[in-house]
């Protein structure tokens, strides 16, 4: 089973993404901050990151950025998921190094895909 690390700061969304992964057969891991969800990376070497932006401290794109740019974890896929569903939030995320970008709720059978399609690349 793939691991998925999920970095976000709100309880609610961390548990409704973690059921819908656990139903399609992932295990999960969460952080709530950034910072801890870098640390956690490199510790457990995650198959994919999914990344809210809207924390405190560290943002989401600030840490996609030190994990693209970190030789640890670059190889690890980041899915920006995030309530900002502008244009240029969505075109910076992914200069930033994430490999896609979804917004807050997600559809469960879109964010699969996705995950999915980034697995097998």
Known sequence: MALVLIIDDSLTDVRVLTVLLERNGF????????????????AQQP???LMDVI????????????LSKDPETAAIPVIIVTTKNME???????RQ???DFVTKP????DLI????R???A
């Open 27 to 42: 295990d999960v891991v969460s952080a709530a901050n950034a910072t801890d969800g870098i640390v956690l990376a490199r």
């Open 55 to 66: 924390m405190p401290g560290t943002n989401g794109f600030q840490a996609t950025r030190m």
């Open 113 to 116: 895909s996705r995950i999915n």
């Open 47 to 49: 198959d994919l990151i």
């Open 97 to 99: 190094g994430a490999r």
């Open 118 to 120: 980034l697995l097998q």
């Open 106 to 109: 997600p559809n469960e059978r």
């Open 88 to 94: 240029a939030d969505r075109l910076w995320g992914l």
